[in-house]
């Protein structure tokens, strides 16, 4: 488990253009890394990669950079949303958690038996038509997307249920698991470490504040049910990973903390608190911030901060 000082950082971020570069060549490594260990298990008969993480553990940037390394180097890949395989039961039946409320969650709420018979003709060659999920309309669109692998290549296949053994059930010959999150740990002078999860929480602050129009109180508000999902339906599943992928940028925290301070100053102090919130704020504070301007528009954390589109 790697701890990064945030007096390392303030001396990095004196030169933030050679601080970012540096942690962007971190990064790269491992996916180039990541990507090189997919071609070893491709070629014993794994056309399959699984992707797995909780939410902020940047999933889709990784699995998009693992594809497109893999693409630049002789490798034709694709990378594919299990969220698409969520469905409604035509009983209208959904799971719910503890309070009654619908468990968006838990993997009960994938269409298992459609995604395992997917993935099997995928690595066999075999055409499929992938369904798309309308969130907005809380239904399976009645569009699809045509997926055709081919000889040689590769389906990165990412979403919080991939490790889950109900996935390929007894295939998992098939398959490279990988689980990443942030496992690096922040600490301050005095000793005090940040959890990996609260940088996770700051990066999924930004996003829904800036690309989903959700105020950083409802986030925080969320903080509860979305670690009870990652505690009951994503930790017990991530040992199946053959890849563990730590994707803690650096430089991160200083691009985000004078807007969390900002937002996140205004949440009730006794809801953080609750939540066990209150200890980002400190840590905050006491990095040197760095502009945004310097952040590349192929940075993982533009996943967070960047334009959606």
Sequence with gaps: MDYFKISDMNEASRDPAEFIRWSQERYDAKVEAAAIQILEAAEQGKPLVL??????????????????YLCDHGHPSHTLSMDNYYFRRADGWMPKDEEGQIDYESPEIIDMPLLRQHLEMMADCQPVEMPI????????????????RKPGEIIVMEGIHALNPQVLGQETDLATGIYISVRTRVQDDNGFVLHPSRIRLARRLLRDFRHR???????????????????????PNKNNAAIQFDTFIPYELAVYRNEIIHYLGKVDATLLEDLGVSELMPFLRQIDP?????VPENALIQEFIGDED
Excluded: W
């Design 213 to 235: 129009g959700q105020d950083y109180a409802a986030t925080v508000q969320k903080l509860r049910s979305v670690s009870r999902g990652e505690r009951l339906y994503i930790d």
């Design 133 to 148: 999920f309308d969130f907005a309309g809380q239904r399976r669109s009645d569009k699809t997307i045509p997926v055709h």
């Design 290 to 294: 760095i502009s945004e301007k310097y």
């Design 51 to 68: 992707l797995s993480g909780p939410s902020g553990s940047g999933k889709t940037t990784t699995a998009g950079r693992i594809t497109q």
